[in-house]
């Protein structure tokens, strides 16, 4: 059974660090595309951070990330992980990770498609 569970999460500063991971069952990452999505109460869902697997694999991030977030997996582990820092109050939501075969582009931007399997989430909180 497909599963995925995500982790890490919790409260930090402004400016502040946290390592979310999304540990995989079921299956094998590598050559699936899994990224990192963000939805809080009432809000749109927002792609994050997304990777494709395989030799020619590349990573791709939300504008709103870029250069402060990085996505990484241990394929030994079967796990993925989000490195998230100079965090903004504005990155406060619920993070989840999810598994698809289609590109990565398929689920980024504005007009991503759902995954087709995520997990249950990992809260963030970002406060003075």
């Known amino acids: 059974q497909l599963q995925l569970v995500e982790s890490g999460g919790g409260e930090v500063q402004p400016g502040g660090s946290l390592r979310l991971s999304c540990a995989a069952s079921?299956?094998?990452?590598?050559?699936?595309?899994i990224g990192w999505f963000r939805q809080a109460p009432g809000e749109e869902r927002e792609g994050v951070s997304c990777?494709?697997?395989?030799?020619?694999?590349?990573?791709i991030y939300a504008d709103s990330v870029k250069g402060r977030f990085t996505i990484s997996r241990d394929n030994a582990k079967n796990t993925v992980y989000l490195q998230m820092n100079s965090l903004k109050s504005e990155d406060k939501s619920i993070y989840f990770c999810?598994?698809?075969?289609?590109?990565?582009?398929?689920?980024?931007?504005?007009?991503?498609?759902?995954?087709?399997?995520w997990g249950q989430g990992t809260k963030v909180t970002v406060s003075s």
């Open positions: 990777s494709t697997g395989g030799s020619g694999g590349y990573s």
């Open positions: 999810g598994v698809g075969a289609s590109p990565c582009e398929s689920y980024m931007g504005s007009y991503g498609s759902p995954y087709p399997y």
């Open positions: 079921g299956f094998t990452l590598d050559g699936y595309t």
